[in-house]
């Protein structure tokens, strides 16, 4: 949890690591996931990372879903309708 200050004045916000807290029209804290980025080696489940990075290896999609957390996905090649 972190506190930041903005016209909600203090108020707690679940800012988590790789995110980047913004202010929204009203002045209130926001937290906003980056966009995706791509990792060069391939990672393991507990790789180095933050959410959002990914890397794909022909094969499988892998992802952190939080710090230092990675998924892997099966990327099917062709899918019917």
Known sequence: MSYLIGKSMAKPVDVQSGD???FDDSGNVQSLSPTETYV???PSPNSQGIRGQRYYDGVYIYECVAENMWRRYY???EWDD
Do not use: L, N
Request: no cysteine.
């Open 20 to 22: 980047i807290p913004v």
């Open 40 to 42: 060069e080696q391939k």
């Open 75 to 77: 990327a099917e090649a």
